[in-house]
């Protein structure tokens, strides 16, 4: 059973282009949380989705960051005509149905925007 | 809303001894879940150890366990016979005891951990 596998590892971008990073859950999981970590901080949740569905995104900013989770396919985050500050590493957890079941993480995509 | 601090920056260790990070964490609720999380330096979040909070005994894995005290919102983690493959910043996380809404995890800044042979 193949863990969290998120791709791009490693993502280059110049200021104005669009990011988008990809996320496959665990085989089984419905549940998928993004997280974003700033250089010397800890994880800074953003947004949660279950199927097709927006459950929180009360960490989202508001403009420019969408993220979907579609019924087929991996959740993607996008981030549209990014700057400077969007430098960061994103992380993608999930888990599965359930209530207070444990969340696993993948690797997370480093984003550089120069 | 929760918040998680970690006050330690940077430890030190030296090999086969215990180490002892702190974190303390403050919200209005009852119920809720505790977290260490490891972070080697390939980035990957590794689960350490977890803590109900309605469970008064504290949890144990392996040369990690916890010293969770509820009333003083405190739940530092213990690393006995330290291994240079502890090398790694450590975060406590907060999660609430959620029935069907979001389960998100509220992090501490992270302390980093060096294991000195």
């Known amino acids: 059973n193949a863990g969290v596998m998120q791709n791009p590892r490693h993502l280059v971008r110049r200021r104005g282009q669009e990011a988008r990073l990809r996320c496959s859950p665990m085989k089984g999981h419905s549940h998928v949380y993004w997280y974003r970590q700033l250089p010397e901080e800890g994880l800074k949740f953003m947004v949660y989705l279950q199927k097709e569905n927006i459950i929180d995104e009360s960490g989202m900013p508001k403009e420019r960051f969408s993220a979907e989770f579609p019924k087929e396919g991996p959740s993607i985050l996008r981030i549209q005509q990014v700057v400077r500050g969007d430098s960061a590493a994103y992380f993608c957890?999930?888990?599965?149905?359930?209530?207070?079941?444990?969340?696993?993480f993948g690797q997370g995509t480093r984003l550089t925007v120069v | 809303a929760q918040t998680v601090t970690q006050s330690q920056p940077e430890m030190s260790v030296q090999e086969a001894e215990t180490v002892t990070l702190s974190c303390t964490y403050d919200t209005s609720e009852s119920d809720y879940y505790l977290f260490w999380y490891k972070q080697p330096p390939s980035r990957q979040m590794i689960l350490v150890i977890r803590q109900e909070a309605y469970k008064q005994q504290n949890a144990t894995e392996n040369r990690f366990s916890v010293n969770f005290q509820k009333a003083a919102k405190s739940f530092s983690l213990k690393i006995s016979d330290s291994q240079l493959g502890d090398a790694a910043m450590y975060f406590c996380?907060?999660?609430?005891?959620?029935?069907?809404?979001?389960?998100?995890?509220?992090f501490g800044k992270g302390t980093k951990l060096t294991v000195n042979p």
């Open positions: 957890a999930s888990s599965p149905l359930g209530v207070n079941t444990e969340a696993f």
């Open positions: 996380a907060y999660r609430s005891f959620s029935q069907g809404g979001s389960e998100k995890l509220v």
